[in-house]
T-cell receptor
Framework: NAGVTQTPKFQVLKTGQSMTLQCAQDMNHEYMSWYRQDPGMGLRLIHYSVGAGITDQGEVPNGYNVSRSTTEDFPLRLLSAAPSQTSVYFC??????WGAGNTIYFGEGSWLTVV | AQTVTQSQPEMSVQEAETVTLSCTYDTSESDYYLFWYKQPPSRQMILVIRQEAYKQQNATENRFSVNFQKAAKSFSLKISDSQLGDAAMYFCAYSTYKYIFGTGTRLKVLA
């Protein structure tokens, strides 16, 4: 059982470049989300989705786009990379947002460096 | 707005001893969930323990237990018989329809 799979694991970008972080889950989870982790700031929610076709902004959405065309996939797009977007990115999913199924499962993280 | 505060950036414990990590939160909701996640050097996020706010009984998972004080909005994690493999960053999280994470406590286990 693969769980939550993120690619790539490591990426170096130049300022102004665009890229997409891929996230896929095989657990038929409705809820998917993207977080960034920065030293001393914990995990901050970027965007989330409660199902195919539905997305919403989290705490720090600026500079990122998402879409959810299928239940399985939730890619995160960096439109024009900036050094401030250097971070570790985590994709996460859960069966639901509420109740017994709301425990979230994380991918292994993607290390992004913008130079 | 809901917030989660972990006031201990770093803690140390001797192997086989017990350590308690603190977490407080602020919310006006009555129903919510609380979690502790462990992040070892590999950066993988691992669920340690989960508590439903409507349950008065404190959750336990083997050597891990919580002290949930709903009125005080406190949710501390106790690790008994600490092992070298417990060394990690620990994050407290609060959830209603969104997850909010604390800034983490780095736990060092001394041999």
């Amino acid at each position: 059982n693969a769980g939550v799979t993120q690619t790539p694991k490591f990426q170096v970008l130049k300022t102004g470049q665009s890229m997409t972080l891929q996230c896929a889950q095989d657990m038929n989870h409705e809820y998917m989300s993207w977080y960034r982790q920065d030293p001393g700031m914990g995990l901050r929610l970027i965007h989330y989705s409660v199902g195919a076709g539905i997305t919403d902004q989290g705490e720090v959405p600026n500079g990122y786009n998402v879409s959810r065309s299928t239940t399985e996939d939730f890619p995160l797009r960096l439109l024009s990379a900036a050094p401030s977007q250097t971070s570790v990115y985590f994709c996460a999913s859960s069966y639901s947002m509420w109740g017994a199924g709301n425990t979230i499962y994380f991918g292994e993280g993607s290390w992004l460096t913008v130079v | 707005a809901q917030t989660v505060t972990q006031s201990q950036p770093e803690m140390s414990v001797q192997e086989a001893e017990t350590v308690t990590l603190s977490c407080t939160y602020d919310t006006s909701e009555s129903d919510y969930y609380l979690f502790w996640y462990k992040q070892p050097p590999s950066r993988q996020m691992i669920l340690v323990i989960r508590q439903e706010a409507y349950k008065q009984q404190n959750a336990t998972e083997n050597r891990f237990s919580v002290n949930f004080q709903k009125a005080a909005k406190s949710f501390s994690l106790k690790i008994s018989d600490s092992q070298l493999g417990d060394a990690a960053m620990y994050f407290c999280a609060y959830s209603t329809y969104k997850y909010i994470f604390g800034t983490g406590t780095r736990l060092k286990v001394l041999a």
